[in-house]
């Protein structure tokens, strides 16, 4: 969804660095989450932000961090990339919790 | 935890023949989204079912979620190019203040013209 916008679209960087991926949405939702897509496995959760006071962790949290930073961002960093990061990260919102969730075009990282 | 299985992995199917993709909860579902993604995409919000045998028709697309709300499966009935991408099914854990999702590995369609 236009709505829901990721930066950067693509990244290459290499061990040890600390990488930032954005995510912003107009849709008003107060639901964000951020996910990591990796061939056959689906679309696992890293984290997710029901409001800008409430972080959870997913069930791959480690290695990473998220900030909420208002309402309509969220942002993940990884501390400290490394290769097995390598992977495309989605970010989604959502209104209510039984509501669809609406995700960007994805970034996809690559460390070397 | 929950868990949400999806069978196939992969599916290849010929243009005009059917598809079906079918994903079981370990644990009961108040209700049950199914997401296409196409290839290069996003996952794109395709329906949500949420009484036991519920039955939802989209086009030559039939969706149903089973008596006991842990299973549901997405029927493409005259598969066409445009169906190729891959479908995952997901269900929300026990919900409360901590609900979210969790997908399944999801169904890679591919489509031979």
């Known amino acids: 969804d236009a709505d829901v916008t990721q930066t950067p679209r693509n990244r290459i960087t290499k061990t040890g660095k600390r990488i930032m991926l954005e995510c912003s949405q107009t849709?008003?939702?107060?639901?964000m989450y951020w996910y990591r897509q990796d061939p056959g496995l689906g679309l696992r959760l890293i984290y997710y932000s029901f409001d800008v006071k409430d972080i959870n962790k997913g069930e791959i949290s480690d290695g990473y961090s998220v900030s909420r930073q208002a309402q309509a961002k969220f942002s993940l960093s990884l501390e400290s990339a490394i290769p097995n990061q390598t992977a495309l990260y989605f970010c989604?919102?959502?209104?209510?919790?039984?509501?669809?969730?609406?995700f960007g075009d994805g970034t996809r990282l690559s460390i070397l | 935890g929950q868990q949400v299985m999806q069978i196939p992995q992969y599916q290849h199917v010929q243009e005009g023949e059917d598809f079906t993709t079918y994903c079981n909860s370990s644990t009961t579902l108040s209700n049950i989204q199914w997401y296409k993604q196409r290839p290069g995409g996003h996952p794109v919000f395709l329906i949500q079912l949420v009484k036991s045998g519920e039955v939802k028709k989209q086009k030559r697309l039939t969706f149903q979620f089973g008596e006991a709300k842990k299973n549901s499966s997405l029927h493409i009935t005259a598969t066409q190019t445009t169906d190729v991408g891959t479908y995952f099914c997901a269900g929300p854990n026990s919900g409360g203040s901590n609900y979210k999702l969790t997908f399944g590995k999801g169904t890679l369609l591919t489509v031979n013209p």
């Open positions: 849709k008003g939702h107060d639901r």
């Open positions: 989604a919102t959502s209104g209510r919790q039984d509501q669809p969730q609406h």
